[in-house]
T-cell receptor
Framework: DAGVTQSPTHLIKTRGQQVTLRCSPI?????VSWYQQVLGQGPQFIFQ???????GRGNFPDRFSARQFPNYSSELNVNALLLGDSALYLC????????????FGSGTRLTVV | DAKTTQPNSMESNEEEPVHLPCNHS???????IHWYRQLPSQGPEYVIH???SNVNNRMASLAIAEDRKSSTLILHRATLRDAAVYYC?????????????FGSGTQLTVLP
């Protein structure tokens, strides 16, 4: 079975641009979460989506948005990129109703120059 | 918010046991303790979780203190492939979302 897949794996953008990151969850997983990991730190929660609805968001500005599609895949959008948005963006999928077994993708490395 | 504290780094020799400690003094009665690890250039990987009793799986063992204010992840025989950052995590509610709260983790170095 395929794990959580994220695309692209690496991305370089210029300040002020917009970026879209994509995530395909494990088959059967209906929940997708997004995390930002700055170099040297642990991942920080951005969003969780379940059944195409946002369940919660972390302490991130409105420049960050996301959505989930009927096939449970998800996109993370970041507008007006700042240098500080440079990070590894991780997607995790999980089965409904469980707090264990989150499966992470390998992430998208975003560099803002 | 419930938080965890871990040593920044630890070293172990290959083939020897490793005990990775974690303090979570503000844990609530219903919080499970979760451990994930992150190998270089990969996303975090689930290791083990538990509530009160000690837990074992094919990857590791989790020993939970009786007062639940601390726990220890035990790798019985460390290998070079176990070199990673190990995170002790509590899951908190954010709206109706459930979020993993990562700290900075413990960087485990395994020496040959």
């Amino acid at each position: 079975d395929a794990g959580v897949t994220q695309s692209p794996t690496h991305l370089i953008k210029t300040r002020g641009q917009q970026v879209t990151l994509r995530c395909s969850p494990i088959s059967g997983h209906k929940s997708v979460s997004w995390y930002q990991q700055v170099l040297g730190q642990g991942p920080q929660f951005i969003f969780q989506y379940y059944e195409k609805e946002e369940r919660g968001r972390g302490n991130f500005p409105d420049r960050f948005s996301a959505r989930q599609f009927p096939n449970y895949s998800s996109e993370l959008n970041v507008n007006a990129l700042l240098l500080g948005d440079s990070a590894l963006y991780l997607c995790a999928s999980s089965p409904q109703g469980t707090d264990y077994g989150y499966t992470f993708g390998s992430g998208t490395r975003l560099t803002v120059v | 918010d419930a938080k965890t504290t871990q040593p920044n780094s630890m070293e172990s020799n290959e083939e020897e046991p490793v005990h990775l400690p974690c303090n979570h003094s503000t844990i609530s009665g219903t919080d499970y303790i979760h451990w994930y690890r992150q190998l270089p250039s990969q996303g975090p990987e689930y290791v083990i979780h538990g509530l009160t009793s000690n837990v074992n799986n094919r990857m590791a063992s989790l020993a939970i203190a009786e007062d639940r204010k601390s726990s220890t992840l035990i790798l019985h025989r460390a290998t070079l492939r176990d070199a990673a950052v190990y995170y002790c995590i509590l899951i908190i509610s954010s709206g109706s979302a459930r979020q993993l709260t990562f700290g900075s983790g413990t960087q485990l170095t395994v020496l040959p």
